[in-house]
């Protein structure tokens, strides 16, 4: 009730509400049309305007005289003013559309929207946790540990934690962050986000440490399976990763040899058998001072019972810091056959007969010339490589130490002339020492002549109560000269391989040793790519935990890898993940004109360079289509139009 601003009348002020009931059954009401102050007409009227224009909208395709029959021309005319209002205004639309709510036969969903309204909100990287999930899948891990009586929440969140430490490898608390903030991962794995926290991943980490043995044998025969790979050669070798901090009781954290020159830190080392086309065999992780040579019994012991009949007398490829004699002898007694590089030059040998020089090239084009040779050491055969480049970088790298170790020579001896100088016989022998010791490789071809006399001035030696006089020795000269007959570079770019095999041809040992590459790349990917150096977990367990993380993303990696590699596709796992990034999981809003907000959440169509690899790896290019909701504007709740009316209200 208002005042009539043309009568000066407290009267009724009218609108056209739209009534419905929303999903909580509770009944709503929208203004369609201000029909203002209505005073010439009756309730009856009213009623009767109500309730043609309610049937008018409802049966919008129904002729006009099966509508309720009136003569009343004031209350035909108000009917007419106010469907005309709401047509011009398009307000019969969302009338009709509310109570229709009918796809087309075409599978079209057509909404009337507000361009200014639509929004884009929750952007998040998916492409490569949805690659490296297809991969995982593929590798049915999921499968196996349900198998191993796991739940399912525990099961994808192990499968959330593995793809984050291959996409993208961090801590756990930044990968927490990663995954709350960046990633659809949840999204892919079905993981409540809300439930993510470092120390769930802490847990999960060292739960799927627990069935190292298992799963890792599962992988193995899986990815035989997968692949068809027959494990006819094993690469076995060792690599190192530090710690960051003291490590103060560490039963695996050793000082020792570090590969990263990090002398200062303690180590732990991995040791691993890998098949030439890079996936794990076993894995071991042992303690940081132990030597690389006594590692492989145990290895191989593992092995052999792991391994499937058919891979018992496989080709062990190792390199020359663990081809000790006795390994090689253990190899041979437990069955299988040895390739590896000769620990010392061959100074005696023979060419075997009717055996003749073979050249080929390398990946880089650069001609390598091999040639069998028998050595009367023992019944072994031994493979001659000479490579023109290998020799032309040595040679340089003889001729820079030579220089080096000849300028730290002359300083020596220019000190014996300056005043000052370091002349005491003692002394000098000192500094060459660390000089030779500086420069191992070239000290061994000179011959250095040393002059020494006694000086007259007398040296007191303080001796348990008494004091007794001793001549001081002085250097006067230093002299040096290459042995005769001795050519520094005699060596240069040749090696010999040594292998227990007897029928295979030159080039086929060539080709068997080159797989040892395969797993130098292995701990590139580890190392690098997953980010397994440095350590920082204090404790022993957290630190085995977090290895056997990263090893187990490395299965995705390289089954990821290897596939593309088969499509001759030869991207690092860096750039493939870059790559997938491109491909987003984005939100869209948008208002209606029924003042509803429709909510849609899809993927990004993948780009020409994010295709190539789904089709070459044969996955799919999304996890899902289209995600819709409708929700009330106010309420930001679904909305149904169920017994709709008109009603004129005041």
């Known amino acids: 009730m208002r005042t009539n601003p043309k009568t000066n009348l407290y009267s009724g002020y009218y609108r056209l509400v739209e009534s419905y009931r929303n999903n909580q059954d ?121 198998a191993q009586g796991w739940e399912q929440e525990d099961i994808k969140l192990a499968q959330s934690h593995i793809i984050s430490r291959a996409v993208y490898p961090a801590s756990e608390l930044e990968t927490s962050r990663w995954i709350k903030q960046n990633s659809s991962v949840c999204e892919v794995t079905g993981y ?28 193995s025969v899986r990815t035989n399976e997968l692949f068809d790979i027959q494990d006819k050669i094993m690469l076995y070798d060792l690599t190192n990763t530090y710690f960051e901090g003291r490590k103060q009781g560490s039963k695996l954290a050793k000082y020792g040899r570090s590969k990263e020159k990090r002398n200062d830190a303690k180590i732990v080392v991995l040791a691993m058998v890998v098949n030439p086309e890079g996936f794990i065999k076993y894995s071991s992780i042992l303690e940081g001072n132990i030597a690389d040579s006594k590692t492989l019994e145990g290895m191989i012991n593992e092995l052999r019972i792991k391994t499937s009949s058919s891979t018992k007398k496989a080709l062990v490829v190792i390199d ?90 002359q300083k020596i001896a220019d000190s014996l002339t300056k005043k000052g100088g370091v002349k005491q016989q003692d002394k000098v022998y000192e500094r060459i020492g660390r000089l030779k010791q500086k420069y191992p490789s070239i000290q061994r071809y000179f011959d250095i002549d040393i002059q020494i006399k006694e000086d007259d001035l007398p040296k007191r030696k303080k001796k348990a109560n008494t004091t007794a006089e001793e001549k001081k020795k002085i250097v006067t000269s230093i002299k040096w000269a290459v042995k005769e007959g001795v050519d520094i570079n005699a060596r240069s770019g040749v090696y010999f391989l040594r292998t227990s095999l007897e029928a295979s041809s030159e080039d086929a040992l060539w080709q ?28 022993d367990e957290s630190t085995m935990a977090h290895l056997h993380l990263g090893l187990l993303a490395y299965w995705i990696v390289n089954t990821v890898r290897h596939q593309l590699k088969q499509e001759g596709i030869h991207s690092g796992w860096k750039e493939i993940v870059r790559t997938m990034n491109t491909q987003k999981a984005v939100t869209t809003l948008a208002q209606n004109i029924q003042d509803e907000v429709i909510i849609i959440r899809r993927c990004s169509e993948p780009n020409q360079h994010v295709r190539k690899l789904y089709d070459a790896l044969k996955f799919k290019y999304a996890p899902f289509a289209k995600k819709k909701s409708v929700v009330h504007k106010a309420e930001l709740e679904n909305c149904q139009s169920t017994d709709m009316q008109l009603s004129l209200s005041g």
């Open 192 to 219: 409540d986000i809300e439930k993510i926290t470092k120390d769930r991943l802490y847990t999960i980490s060292k739960k799927l440490y627990s069935e190292k043995q298992a799963l890792e044998q599962h992988l």
């Open 512 to 539: 068997f040793y080159n797989t040892i590459r395969e797993i130098e790349a292995t701990f590139r990917v580890l190392k690098t790519d997953l980010d397994l150096r440095p350590i920082y977990h204090q404790k």
């Open 26 to 146: 509770r009944v709503c009401h929208r203004t369609i049309l201000n029909a203002g102050y209505l005073d010439e007409l009756s309730t009856d009227q009213l009623n009767l305007i109500q309730k043609i224009l309610t049937q008018k909208v409802s049966r919008s395709d129904t002729p006009l005289f099966d509508l309720p029959f009136t003569e009343d021309a004031t209350v035909i005319r108000y009917v007419d003013e106010f469907y005309n209002r709401m047509v011009a205004e398009k307000r019969i639309d969302v009338l009709l559309e509310r109570q229709q709510k009918k796809v087309p036969k075409d599978g079209k969903d057509l909404q009337t929207i507000d361009i200014n309204s639509i929004k884009n909100k929750d952007v998040r990287e998916i492409g490569a946790e949805w690659l490296s999930y297809q991969a995982m899948s593929q590798l049915q891990i999921a499968p196996f540990l349900e």
């Open 320 to 409: 020359a810091g663990i081809a000790t004699d006795a390994n090689l002898k253990m190899i041979k007694d437990k069955g299988y056959d040895y390739l590896c590089v000769s620990r010392s030059s061959l100074k005696n040998y023979n060419i075997e007969a009717g055996a003749t020089t073979l050249t080929i090239t390398d990946n880089k084009k650069q001609k390598i010339d091999l040639c069998r040779v028998k050595s009367d050491r023992n019944t072994d055969y031994y493979l001659k490589v000479e490579s023109h480049s290998k020799e032309l970088k040595e040679r340089s790298m003889n001729e820079q130490f030579r220089s080096r170790f000849e300028s730290g020579l």
